[in-house]
Every structure is written in C-alpha cells, then in structure tokens.
C-alpha cells in the first residue's frame, strides 16, 4: 500500500521557537510538494523538490529531500503566529496511473 | 477572475437531490482534478482530466459524476449522496499532468443531510 505518512500530525510552538515537520512515503518518487492550507482556505502551493538534496528556502520555512530515506523535512525558523496553518506534504509516485499522493497533513498552531 | 474558482462555496442538500459542483480555472492549464478533504483522512484523488479526456477514476462510487466540457471548466454532478460524502471538495488544476505543480480552488463545503 502507498502511504505518505507525517508527523506530527499536530504542532503547537511558541513564537521564536525552531521546528521541524516529517514527511515520509513508502515509494519511490522523484517529485515531492509542500502545500499550506489556512482555515477555510485552499491549498497553497510552497515548495516543488525534484532531486535527492534538494532543499529549497523562502522566509522562515525551508524543505529538504532525502529520496533515498524517502524522507522530506519541512524546518520551520524562528516561528511567527503567521506561520499558523496545516502543512501537506505530497508525494508524485512513478508508477503509471497513479497520482499525487497526499500526507494527512501537520496542523501547526504558533502563539507568542 | 484569477487562477482557480469554485461554486457554491457551500452546499446543503438532501440525499436524495441532484446538484452539481462548478470549477473555473483562468490559468491556461491543460489538467483539472476533483479531490476530497474530510475531516482527518488525507486529501483523496477522485477523478483527473488531462486535454478534457478524463484520465483517472480513483474508484469513486457512481453517485458522483465528472464532467470536462473544455479544458477550463469542471463539473461535478452529484445524486442520491450519503451522509459520509460530506466534506470539502477541492478543484485544482495543472499546466500538463501530475510533474505538474496544482493549483488549487477555494473548495465547496458540502454538507449532505
């Protein structure tokens, strides 16, 4: 079975505070995404990873992959209550027929 | 209007109405997709269409009903639902296919009574 697990599923930090979020999946794939999503909101897409190593940064977020892992890390710097939000990894899986594969998602909540 | 809309935003219906769900996309995309977001279950994949032809069908039942009438809008006919079927329902679209980043539509809220 396909899974893209996260964890945690439910992140509450302080403002300032460092934290990172996991995104594991159970098949090989070549392209792994970031969404934001904001309460009653859509989806937002945030960062694209194509290749082993890739890490890609904007603000205070920044993603990494490790395809061999099969493991993406999404580090969030020095919180900000903006940042407050529920966090989707998703995983492009290389079989035929198949899709993007969705993490259940990270709700992260920041307070001063 | 820009990138991806949807209407209703909210829909309250019977199990045994029809209606139908609409998305517009103004972005030039060539693929559209119907997901489904409830409460504590990852988003689900329901149907993809790629140049209007539908491409996946991820085992939805027969009660929902895709259309693709050209490669900017998107229906979702709906009849005789159940209760379990309320939740989010999100459009997105793509430039070609899934290597593509989505693009995603505000939602209709379905509540289905």
């Known amino acids: 079975e396909l899974k893209v697990e996260q964890n945690p599923l439910f992140l509450s930090m302080q403002e300032g505070k460092n934290y990172t979020i996991y995104c594991n999946y159970s098949?090989?794939?070549?392209?792994l995404y970031w969404y934001r999503q904001d309460p009653g909101k859509s989806l937002e897409s945030l960062f694209v990873l194509l290749s082993n190593g890739a890490v890609k940064q904007e603000g205070r977020l920044m993603a990494s992959l490790d395809t061999k892992a099969r493991l993406s890390t999404l580090h969030i710097t020095a919180a900000v209550h903006d940042l407050s939000a529920t966090y989707f990894c998703a995983v492009v899986l290389n079989q035929a027929g198949t899709a993007l594969i969705f993490g259940k998602g990270t709700t992260l909540s920041v307070s001063s | 209007e820009t990138g991806v809309t949807q209407t209703p935003r909210h829909l309250v219906m019977g199990m045994t109405n029809k209606k139908s769900l609409k998305c517009e996309q103004h972005?030039?995309?060539?693929?559209m997709y119907w997901y489904k977001q409830s409460a504590k279950k990852p988003l689900e994949l329901m149907f993809v269409?790629?140049?209007?032809?539908?491409?996946e069908n991820n085992s939805v039942p027969s009660r929902f009903s895709p259309e693709c009438p050209n490669s900017s809008h998107l229906f979702l006919h709906l009849h005789t639902l159940q209760p379990e079927d309320s939740a989010l329902y999100l459009c997105a679209s793509s430039p070609r296919g899934y290597t593509d980043t989505q693009y995603f539509g505000p939602g209709t809220r379905l509540t289905v009574l």
């Open positions: 098949t090989t794939s070549d392209r």
């Open positions: 972005l030039g995309h060539n693929a």
């Open positions: 269409y790629s140049l209007e032809e539908r491409v």
